[in-house]
């Protein structure tokens, strides 16, 4: 005790209090010891033990209760503790009396003091050094008999989210996830390419057809899950305590549930795409001369016969397709873009082994080109169910928790949104075949190309998808514009960067595809579409996510079919006047244009993008 009076003589000294306020914490020091004297030499009368006014000592108990608290709050720095004085054994009286005084300081700091104390009050030491350092006082010096105690007062805990962080830490798997299947894309169309330039051409149209039948349905319940998926857990989490629901945080494969989740929109996506994937499988079989003939493919056609062959046979895989964007979009939801690649990554390491396979050692031709990448499609979907299930309840607990009239409305709207984009999308495709078989050859080559880089950019628009649906319900708005801000920012760069590498380097990477001299002339003119167009494609796919992610469904699905409906006129017209070049240009105007219509949402004041302008008609962003 007598290091604490040494060094409150210390402080008052060197920071040259007045007399007055010297004297008055005298008095204060004389009442914790109540006339006993120290053996250090400070001598002191008993009239000054007994001069404390009436003030002092009201003034002293209303502090008592509310230093004690502090006190308890100090955790390391707690000075009722013995460890926080160097060893010192003070009684409970004098604990608190103690704490009292050093609580209504501020940024008060005491050197380090060797002392020796003897007194009747309850301390006894040995020669120690002891060091008090005080880092915030918390009451004020004065405590009014009107103000709740600390216990009373929320404390809140600091909370910001590295949201930069963890969008990258997301979106870095998701990239890999994302290139997968275009990769794949590619190794199929290279070893088919091979084949000649009949068997590409032939190919190329089913799986544009495969394509529009399968992600007319399968895009929307994608979208939907993830956005679905990740506001449920946001709900349950915030119900629960944070252990007990450790999904809250960016888990991306790094912590393990305790306890697997019961969730009605995870079942829901199952049981949808299973119901989709089925009539995919139907519709693909019965239809597959019928859609041809939509494609211009007649049946005098060189291309009929090992086109309709190959697309009877990808049908067959039609629900695998399904089921597997589902569960990547429950995966994504639940902050999960490990496992997806995992799962990915397997199944096409065994189409790379199956394709020149079956291709060429069976001699089975695009028919074992579709065989090999059915069987990797279910490979996949079997092994994601498999790590779904370690994390939550496949089936519902009853068929009413189900959530299919949320799913319905808002996968009504992508419908017509995904709708859209591929009759945009296979209207060029079918313009190009008009073309010839060369022409289509090259075609088939620019498009895989082209979606191979730009859907990199869809990866990042995923991921922030999750992030924002997670945020925005549980109101976070600050965090939702930073991660919009930085979604935007990013995926200009990626544009940029992508046009500038396929620039330079596209020429070389068509003869991966091709010897054909013909086809790699006509590819010659599709530099600037795919190089050009990457900028424009990476802001058209990070809108998409934006507007995914505060469940802008409605606006997403009316502006994609007025943008589709006048790029599908200029298609409709510009090849007859521009050949292949006037499809590649209208597919340029459609990204462009999704674009424009994606920013132009972001400047509405009163759409779901309100808080985004909230920082120039207010001084400060309302988050809750």
């Known amino acids: 005790m007598l290091?604490?009076?040494?060094?409150?003589?210390?402080?008052?000294?060197?920071?040259?209090?007045?007399?007055?306020?010297?004297?008055?914490?005298?008095?204060?020091?004389?009442?914790?010891f109540r006339g006993g004297a120290p053996s250090t030499g400070f001598r002191t009368r008993t009239s000054d033990f007994n001069s404390v006014t009436e003030r002092d000592?009201?003034?002293?108990?209303?502090?008592?209760?509310?230093?004690?608290?502090?006190?308890?709050?100090?955790?390391?720095?707690?000075?009722?503790?013995?460890?926080?004085?160097?060893?010192?054994?003070?009684?409970?009286?004098?604990?608190?009396?103690?704490?009292?005084?050093?609580?209504?300081?501020?940024?008060?700091?005491?050197?380090?003091?060797a002392s020796e104390l003897s007194s009747d009050y309850g301390v006894s030491c040995s020669e120690v050094e002891e060091k008090v350092i005080l880092e915030e006082v918390i009451a004020p010096l004065?405590?009014?008999?009107?103000?709740?105690?600390?216990?009373?007062?929320?404390?809140?805990?600091?909370?910001?989210?590295?949201?930069?962080?963890?969008?990258?830490?997301?979106?870095?798997?998701?990239?890999v996830g994302q290139a997968i299947d275009p990769i794949a894309m590619l190794m199929e169309t290279a070893y088919i390419g091979r084949l000649g330039s009949v068997e590409l051409a032939s190919a190329g149209v089913s799986m544009n057809i495969f394509n529009y039948i399968s992600k007319l349905f399968n895009i929307p319940l994608l979208s939907v899950a993830t956005s679905f998926v990740a506001e449920d857990i946001a709900k349950s989490a915030?119900?629960?305590?944070?252990?007990?629901?450790?999904?809250?945080?960016?888990?991306?494969?790094?912590?393990?549930?305790?306890?697997?989740?019961?969730?009605?929109?995870?079942?829901?996506?199952?049981?949808?795409?299973?119901?989709?994937?089925?009539?995919?499988?139907?519709?693909?079989?019965?239809?597959?001369?019928?859609?041809?003939?939509?494609?211009?493919?007649?049946?005098?056609?060189?291309?009929?016969?090992p086109a309709k062959r190959f697309?009877?046979?990808?049908?067959?895989?039609?629900?695998?397709?399904?089921?597997?964007?589902?569960?990547?979009?429950?995966?994504?939801?639940?902050?999960?873009?490990?496992?997806?690649?995992?799962?990915?990554?397997?199944?096409?390491?065994?189409?790379?082994?199956?394709?020149?396979?079956?291709i060429y050692y069976f001699r089975l031709g695009v028919t074992g080109a579709a065989m090999s990448t059915v069987i990797s499609q279910y490979t996949v979907t079997f092994l994601m169910i498999w790590f779904l299930n370690k994390k939550a309840v496949l089936l519902p607990p009853k068929m009413g928790s189900l959530q299919f009239g949320g799913y319905i409305k808002s996968g009504g709207f992508l419908l017509g949104r995904t709708l859209a984009v591929l009759t945009t999308?296979?209207?060029?495709?079918?313009?190009?075949?008009?073309?010839?078989?060369?022409?289509?050859?090259?075609?088939?080559?620019?498009?895989q190309v082209w979606l191979a880089?730009?859907?990199?950019?869809?990866?990042?628009?995923?991921?922030?998808?999750?992030?924002?649906?997670?945020?925005?319900?549980?109101?976070?708005?600050?965090?939702?514009?930073?991660?919009?801000?930085?979604?935007?920012?990013?995926?200009?760069?990626?544009?940029?960067?992508?046009?500038?590498?396929?620039?330079?380097?596209?020429?070389?990477?068509?003869?991966?595809?091709?010897?054909?001299?013909?086809?790699?002339?006509?590819?010659?003119?599709?530099?600037?579409?795919v190089s050009a167009s990457q900028p424009l494609t990476s802001l058209a796919y990070v809108f998409d996510g934006l507007h995914y992610g505060v469940s802008d469904f409605a606006y997403a699905a009316r502006a994609m079919m007025v943008v589709g409906a006048i790029s599908s006129g200029f298609l409709l017209y510009a090849p007859s006047v521009m050949g292949l070049s006037g499809v590649w240009l209208g597919l340029t105007l459609f990204m462009g244009l999704r674009a424009a219509a994606g920013f132009v949402r972001l400047l509405s004041k009163s759409g779901p993008w309100w808080f985004l302008h909230r920082d120039t008609e207010t001084s400060q962003l309302v988050t809750s």
């Not at 010192?88 to 008060?108: A, D, G, K, W």
């Not at 296979?426 to 088939?444: I, K």
């Not at 997670?470 to 046009?499: C, H, N, P, R, W």
């Open 3 to 32: 290091s604490f009076l040494v060094a409150t003589l210390w402080f008052c000294v060197v920071h040259k209090h007045s007399c007055e306020g010297f004297a008055e914490l005298m008095k204060m020091l004389a009442t914790q």
């Open 57 to 113: 000592r009201v003034s002293s108990s209303l502090c008592q209760t509310e230093a004690r608290k502090f006190v308890a709050l100090s955790n390391e720095k707690d000075l009722s503790n013995a460890n926080a004085v160097g060893g010192c054994n003070l009684s409970s009286t004098h604990r608190s009396l103690y704490s009292r005084l050093v609580t209504h300081r501020r940024r008060t700091r005491f050197p380090v003091v």
């Open 142 to 175: 004065t405590v009014a008999c009107d103000e709740p105690e600390l216990s009373d007062i929320p404390v809140p805990e600091a909370y910001s989210p590295n949201v930069k962080r963890e969008l990258l830490m997301l979106s870095l798997p998701a990239i």
């Open 238 to 305: 915030s119900k629960a305590s944070s252990i007990e629901n450790g999904y809250e945080g960016n888990t991306n494969g790094k912590s393990v549930p305790t306890e697997r989740k019961q969730l009605s929109s995870v079942s829901t996506a199952l049981l949808l795409a299973l119901g989709i994937g089925l009539f995919e499988a139907v519709a693909l079989s019965l239809g597959s001369g019928l859609f041809l003939n939509m494609m211009g493919i007649s049946s005098n056609s060189p291309m009929h016969i």
């Open 311 to 358: 697309l009877i046979i990808r049908a067959f895989g039609a629900p695998a397709v399904v089921a597997s964007l589902a569960l990547q979009g429950v995966f994504r939801g639940f902050k999960d873009t490990k496992t997806p690649v995992l799962c990915l990554g397997i199944g096409n390491l065994f189409a790379a082994f199956l394709l020149p396979t079956l």
């Open 425 to 447: 999308m296979t209207l060029g495709t079918s313009m190009a075949a008009r073309q010839g078989p060369v022409a289509m050859a090259a075609h088939q080559i620019c498009i």
């Open 453 to 529: 880089v730009s859907l990199l950019t869809d990866a990042l628009a995923t991921s922030g998808q999750a992030l924002i649906a997670s945020y925005s319900s549980k109101g976070e708005y600050k965090v939702v514009k930073e991660v919009t801000d930085f979604m935007l920012k990013i995926g200009l760069f990626i544009g940029v960067s992508l046009a500038v590498i396929l620039g330079t380097s596209f020429g070389s990477i068509s003869t991966l595809f091709t010897k054909d001299a013909a086809v790699l002339e006509i590819l010659r003119s599709g530099v600037l579409f």
